[in-house]
């Protein structure tokens, strides 16, 4: 199985012979996008909180409440990313 690199409208991306894409590409990119679910609510309100303690003298309880809402933030994200790939899924079952 060779692979190709297409120089057409689809931004370089590599294609296999027959013109689909990698069957590792989007789980791949599925887990690109639930891993910055959970890394960048977290790193944000991490130092979101920081700056807060430091600004307003409440170490720690700013950071705490911070990376709480972060951390449901990421769960809210997560889901609705799991949801609509498993939609995917099913639909792509229903066509074959």
Not at 10 to 30: H, I, R, S, T, V
Not at 54 to 73: N, R
Request: hydrophobic share 45%.
């Amino acid at each position: 199985m060779h692979m190709k690199t297409d120089s057409g409208n689809n931004g370089g991306k590599k294609e296999e012979a027959g013109g689909q894409e990698a069957w590792w590409q989007p789980a791949l990119m599925m887990f690109a996008r639930l891993a910055g679910w959970v890394i960048g609510p977290v790193i944000i309100g991490a130092g979101l909180g920081q700056w807060l303690d430091k600004k307003y003298g409440t170490d720690p309880w700013l950071l705490l409440v911070s990376v709480g809402i972060a951390f449901i933030v990421s769960m809210i994200g997560i889901v609705k990313n799991a949801v609509a790939e498993y939609k995917k899924i099913e639909e792509l079952k229903k066509k074959k």
